[in-house]
């Protein structure tokens, strides 16, 4: 089980940091990942990191803004998201993928494991 938190709503050019925690460790060699949701549309990938932090992905439109960590030790994930814009309002959530899968880490299909979301809200 995965538990995000750090939602909320701030203004434009803020930052915030989400926190995923999970229950009990993540499999050695899982992928894990940061997806949103805005209102009206599809789950989409944010950023995802290794078992051992390299390599980490990107999606272009938080390159340079976001930055995604994680401790397995702590069993926990991280995004620190900087200079907020109205365009990153949505319900974030956090996966988790079982070892072995392909190289799609973009592919929402792929995450074995969700928690149930934690809302962002950026005004102009």
């Known amino acids: 089980q995965l538990v995000e938190s750090g939602g909320g709503e701030v203004q434009a050019g803020s930052s915030l940091t989400l926190s995923c925690v999970a229950s009990?460790?993540?499999?050695?060699?899982?992928?894990m990942g940061w997806f949103r949701q805005a209102p009206g549309k599809g789950r989409e990938f944010v950023a995802g990191?290794?078992?051992?932090?390299?390599?980490?992905r990107y999606a272009d439109s938080v390159k340079g803004r976001f930055t995604i960590s994680r401790d397995n030790r702590q069993k926990t994930l991280t995004l620190q998201m900087s200079n907020l814009i109205p365009e990153d309002t949505a319900v974030y959530y956090c996966?988790?993928?079982?070892?072995?899968?392909?190289?799609?880490?973009?592919?929402?299909?792929?995450?074995?494991?969700w928690g149930q979301g934690t809302r962002v809200t950026v005004s102009a």
């Open positions: 990191i290794s078992w051992i932090s390299r390599p980490i």
């Open positions: 996966g988790a993928r079982n070892p072995g899968r392909g190289p799609a880490w973009t592919n929402q299909f792929e995450y074995d494991v």
């Open positions: 009990e460790p993540t499999p050695v060699g899982s992928v």
